[in-house]
């Protein structure tokens, strides 16, 4: 009852902060938005304020905005499901190599001209997917044994994955400024096909994942006691994982490379609620989603008009995260 409790609180707190945050970074720009107009206008309570007003919004900052929070739910949601399945704290698409292997995919669909950006996803799944085969497939032969073992191993298979991506920008000139987007991350591009993308994606993502709520529980205790109570492992494993790679691949080929969101969200969740999964994936929807939009905001203003990409934000807050779980996981390991 008290876990319950506090996980309807922390629910709460979340759903609270993302739509502050969402009318906070629709106001903030170039031209100033009034909270109250946004508020109003969400509302549907009548066409205040000059017209351009309306131009920004809803053409600019509300898919933007959007796009943001739901880039941060699925990113989460995909890290909660790889430290789940792997057992581990440190696990994530970015330090996976997942994230890397997904920019590969989309750096290919790029060179061979691929416009649509259900196949950039489609693209962007397949080396999300295959990175997570080769990790995967090393940790089941033994090959990699200890935590830090597999995460060394995830980090050269996505470098790997990053240099033949420069590759690709040596042959293909003409979408170099494309590709370096997904190198670094940012959002200035994002439409509102993609956010009805990443929503449908997210929403099929949580529905999987959450289905497998119990199933990431039992591996918790170790793959033997799983067995024993009547879970097939190898095959809710491929499930899984599959899904977690379809989800940051998705979040790739939209906004390209936004690294570590999918560590620090599901970690300092569960630090806060536990390890159920029952809770702890919808949770950690939520907390990626209030990150990613806060982090976006501030790189549209923190030095504006210049903007920076916002994986390189992530990437400062995420690095001595990792450091820190390194440190605190040092006997674990």
């Known amino acids: 009852m008290r876990r319950l409790l506090t996980y309807n609180k922390l629910f709460g707190v979340l759903l609270v902060g993302i739509a502050l945050a969402i009318i906070i970074a629709s106001s903030l720009g170039a031209v100033r938005l009034p909270s109250s107009w946004i508020i109003k206008t969400l509302l549907g309570q009548g066409p205040e304020g000059p017209s351009y007003w309306h131009s920004i919004f809803w053409q600019i900052r509300l898919p933007r905005v959007l796009g943001a929070v739901l880039v941060g739910a699925v990113l989460a949601l995909s890290g909660t499901a790889f430290q789940g399945v792997l057992k581990n704290s440190l696990a994530d698409p970015y330090i996976l190599g997942v994230s890397a292997g997904a920019s590969l995919g989309a750096a290919i669909a790029s060179l061979l001209s691929v416009q649509s950006v259900y196949g950039f996803s489609f693209a962007a799944f397949l080396g999300a997917l295959a990175v997570t085969s080769i990790v995967y497939t090393l940790a089941s032969n033994g090959m990699v044994r200890r935590v830090q073992d597999l995460v060394l191993a995830g980090v050269a298979i996505g470098s790997v994955a990053s240099s033949l991506v420069s590759v ?17 991350g940012s959002f200035s591009g994002i439409s509102w096909s993609s956010v009805r993308m990443l929503f449908l994606c997210l929403i099929i ?19 033997e006691a799983a067995w024993n109570l009547g879970i097939n492992v190898t095959r809710e494993t491929y499930i899984i994982l599959t899904t977690a790679s379809f989800l940051a691949a998705v979040a790739v080929s939209v906004t390209g490379v936004i690294g570590f969101v999918g560590l620090m969200v599901p970690h300092i969740i569960r630090l806060l609620i536990g390890p159920d999964h029952k809770y702890l994936l919808p949770a950690s929807v939520l907390g990626g989603g209030l990150l990613v939009v806060i982090t976006d905001c501030l790189a549209r203003t923190i030095i504006a008009p210049t903007e920076l ?25």
């Not at 920008?169 to 979408?175: I, M, T």
């Not at 497998?212 to 170790?222: D, E, F, H, Q, W």
């Open 309 to 333: 990409p916002v994986g390189v934000i992530t990437s400062l807050l995420g690095g001595p995260f990792f450091l820190y779980l390194l440190k605190t996981n040092k006997k674990k390991l």
């Open 168 to 184: 690709i920008l040596v042959l293909d000139r003409a979408s170099m400024d494309k590709i370096v987007m997904w190198m670094m």
């Open 205 to 223: 993502g949580l529905l999987i994942l959450n289905s497998k709520s119990r199933v990431l529980n039992a591996l918790l205790l170790g793959e």
